[in-house]
């Protein structure tokens, strides 16, 4: 590191820090902004409303940006992206589910929406991963931080749970 010898190294310094912060907020925002609609998807399915979608969307994209400098390239930024708001969806869905006691759904009242909403969260996030935005079985596992045979059975297991609820 360069330690400025005067005001005006000082000031240089300064004024690069400013430009290279700037240009890696560019270079993240021309990362991610394809990803948004897939996040809120992901968001909204986990929990269910609009506005709680949208916070968690904007914590996890906060999150993110405030780690991208530790991005590993070897990973897709759909992935890395999917799983801060994996991971801030569960922690909401979590919190709510512990606040709120789940009310039993009965079999064939309801629709698909209903019963999503009425899995744990790590099986809704299997299912909303697999049917809903259709990943593929290592990406949804990466995003989960599961290994594939673990999101295979939890997913597996969350679908045959909705079928149950669904059909009457």
């Known amino acids: 590191m360069t ?3 005067s005001l005006a190294d000082a000031i240089r310094i300064r004024a690069l820090h400013q430009e290279m912060e700037a240009a890696a907020d560019r270079l993240f925002d021309s990362a991610v902004a394809g990803e948004l609609g897939r996040a809120y998807n992901l ?3 986990m929990l269910g409303d609009y506005q709680s979608a949208s916070r968690a969307v904007h914590k996890a994209f906060s999150k993110a940006r405030e780690q991208f400098s530790s ?3 070897n990973v897709r930024v759909s992935t890395w992206m999917l799983r801060f708001v994996a991971e801030e969806a569960l922690l909401v869905a979590r919190n709510r589910d512990a606040a709120e006691p789940h009310v039993p759904v009965t079999l064939g009242s309801v629709g698909v929406e209903q019963a999503l909403t009425s899995l744990d969260p790590l099986h809704r996030l299997a299912v909303v991963l697999q049917d809903v935005l ?4 290592p990406e949804a596992a990466a995003i989960m931080g599961v290994g594939v045979g673990d999101f295979r059975q939890l997913a597996n297991d969350g679908t045959e749970h909705l079928r149950c609820i669904t059909s009457a």
């Open 3 to 5: 330690v400025p010898t």
């Open 43 to 45: 968001s909204l399915r």
């Open 71 to 73: 991005f590993d390239d």
């Open 134 to 137: 259709r990943l593929s079985l």
